[in-house]
């Protein structure tokens, strides 16, 4: 199959793993980081968009694959 590839920062695939894969809470995150609240909710907003955007466009494109 096709490997999704999904461009991110390194600090966002940094966030990615803490906060999902290590379920890190946000105030471990602030710590880690030494990023703000509301700016690590406004990363996290941005990876999640990022994310739905690559994810939509991959179920897409593997639509036109199949209707082949």
């Known amino acids: 199959g096709s490997e ?7 600090d966002d695939r ?6 999902y ?3 890190k809470s946000l105030d471990d995150l602030t ?3 030494g990023l703000s ?5 406004v990363k996290l907003h ?3 968009k990022k994310l739905y955007v690559l994810l939509t466009e991959e179920e ?8 082949k």
């Open 4 to 10: 999704m590839c999904i461009e991110t920062a390194p």
């Open 14 to 19: 940094a966030l990615i793993l803490l906060f």
């Open 21 to 23: 894969i290590e379920e």
């Open 31 to 33: 710590g880690i980081t």
């Open 37 to 41: 609240l509301s700016n690590l909710k």
């Open 46 to 48: 941005r990876i999640r």
């Open 60 to 67: 897409k494109n593997q639509d036109v694959v199949h209707k």
